[in-house]
């Protein structure tokens, strides 16, 4: 489905007469690639339960979807070193396996939901009497109108203003609302609207082809299972990044890329709510997928010494992540006892 979310572009006339009123023009604003209703997130959300629990299996075959952020040559290492028998393919036709990534599905496309009309691009493009609202003479209002489109979304709290412009818009009235959130490109994340299809039409496949589902984090717990973050390793680990020497630091990134993320999450959320270094791109696929599952975690504002503000730090996180309070504060005696270069507090507790 290809379709454009329409709006109403306002001129003034005469800029230094209001009285000489407003001219009115179609504003093409997004594209849409494609529209999620509640039905989709339900089916959704019970395949999730149905198989949340599902391990990386021997004698498979798997799937590393568009949906999964998991690095293939890390999977590829990990079947190699462990002799496994597991075949990563494309031919559904041959497959036993998906691998799709829970938190990129609900934050690309289980958002807030509006209600839209969803009127056929002919009734609009085709008919005489909206001619006038077509030729806008800003060129970049009026040169985004996507080419082969099928549908125009108008928001329905919109309905009035366009009513108020020109009745003839009453035809609206006749087409469905639907309560849906629309795809549409986001900068700096295309995946989401290039394989918006693939995810509309999961629950299908999965139940043609009597597939299962396995999710990075469960694989990532499979993989990095033996490697956790403890106290020993973060105040090592602190002590790397805080000497500012890209050596050292990209080193205790590419620890911090290969440990358990479940298990050592609250100690990724301090060093990446701390140090602005560690949010910096690399070419290193496994810090790639390292930095995008820590991009909802990261709150604080930096520094101009690329550091969190030393007063907002805590407060934030316990707030963030209260079930964490007791390691943040381990993590903070670790932090200023490296600062002070001298063990000056032995234990913080909270009650």
């Known amino acids: 489905m ?3 979310l329409l709006e109403i572009y306002s001129k003034n006339r005469d800029y230094n007469d209001p009285s000489k009123g407003y001219d009115h023009f179609f504003y ?3 594209h849409i690639h494609g529209y999620i209703t509640q039905e989709i997130i339900d089916k959704y959300k019970e ?6 629990e599902n391990k990386l299996e021997d004698n498979k075959k798997v799937y590393l979807t568009p949906l999964s952020n998991y690095p293939s040559h890390k999977l590829k290492n990990y079947i190699e070193e462990n002799n496994l028998n597991i075949k990563l393919t494309r031919k559904i036709s041959e497959l036993n396996t998906f691998i799709i990534n829970h938190d990129f599905i609900t934050e690309s496309y289980c958002n807030s939901f509006n209600h839209y009309y969803m009127i056929p691009a002919d009734v609009i493009l085709n008919n005489p ?3 006038k609202f077509k030729k806008c003479p800003i060129t970049y209002i009026s040169s985004n109108l ?7 979304f108008i928001d329905l709290c919109k309905y009035d203003k366009f009513l108020k412009i020109d009745s003839n818009f009453s035809i609206i009235k006749q087409y469905p609302i639907i309560n849906c ?10 995946k989401a609207y290039k394989h918006v299809d693939f ?15 396995i999710f990075d984090s469960n694989i990532d717990k499979t993989i990095n299972q033996d490697l956790v973050i403890d106290e020993d390793i973060f105040e090592n680990i602190f002590n790397m990044i805080i000497s500012k020497d890209k050596s050292n630091i990209n080193i205790a990134k590419g620890i911090l890329s290969n440990l358990d993320f479940e298990s050592s999450k609250p100690y990724l959320i301090y060093l990446f709510n701390y140090f602005y270094f560690l949010k910096q791109s690399s070419d290193d696929t496994n810090i790639k997928y390292l930095l995008k599952n820590m991009k909802k975690y990261t709150h604080t504002h930096f520094t101009k ?3 969190a503000n030393f007063e907002e730090l805590l407060p934030i996180l316990v707030n963030k992540y209260p079930n964490y309070t007791q390691i943040f504060m381990n993590c903070f005696r670790i932090h200023i006892n490296i600062l002070l270069k001298h063990p000056a507090i032995e234990e913080i507790k909270t009650y």
Do not use: C
């Open 305 to 307: 010494n690329y550091e």
């Open 146 to 152: 996507r080419k082969n489109i099928e549908y125009f």
């Open 47 to 52: 395949l999730y339960e149905s198989n949340k």
């Open 2 to 4: 290809t379709g454009q």
């Open 28 to 30: 093409y604003k997004d």
């Open 181 to 190: 959130y629309l795809v549409t490109p986001r900068w700096g994340e295309s």
């Open 199 to 213: 995810f509309l039409n999961l629950d299908k496949t999965v139940k043609q082809y009597n597939l299962n589902l």
């Open 129 to 131: 009497i909206f001619d």
